[in-house]
């Protein structure tokens, strides 16, 4: 499984969200680190408010804020958003969509493991994240 560039700038942008109590910070303000570009944070922006993921504020002290409190949004949630549901039903043996045959014989292999990465998606929060991000010293890995 390889997740896309927008999963992993989506992410990023909101466990530094999460980390900085939540909102409201402008796009350049999240982008200000050089993790994400600006550019690119401003087409993504909308998907996530769209997804009720994120809200947006105009106006002087608007920007942009988690919808709910981080301990709320899941990765699982963040990645419907930026891969769609593909990403938690195809078979990543096969280059074209499975229709999940169950004489296959990967199947044993990858539908428990399927399992597992969804459940651990799904109770991953962006305030886990956001704490194990403070954790870790400045310089340290990224």
């Known amino acids: 499984m390889r997740l896309s560039q927008s999963s992993k700038y989506a992410i990023l942008t909101l ?8 909102g409201p910070l402008t796009v350049g303000e999240l982008a200000a680190d050089g993790e994400v570009p600006q550019p690119y944070l401003a087409k993504l922006v909308p998907q996530l408010v769209r997804a009720r ?3 947006s504020a ?21 990645l419907r958003v930026t891969e ?6 195809e078979c990543p043996f096969d280059p074209d969509p499975c229709p999940g045959k169950p004489d296959c014989p990967l199947a044993p292999v990858w539908d428990p493991l399927r399992a ?8 991953t929060t962006l305030a886990e994240l956001a704490a194990k991000v403070q954790e870790v010293p400045q310089g340290g890995p990224k």
């Open 15 to 22: 466990v530094r969200l999460a980390a900085a109590g939540g």
């Open 53 to 55: 993921v994120l809200a």
């Open 58 to 78: 105009r106006g002087r002290g608007g920007g942009v804020s988690l919808a709910r409190p981080a301990e709320e949004i899941s990765l699982a949630e963040v």
């Open 84 to 89: 769609g549901d593909a990403l938690f039903h």
């Open 116 to 123: 597992q990465l969804l459940a651990f998606l799904k109770k």
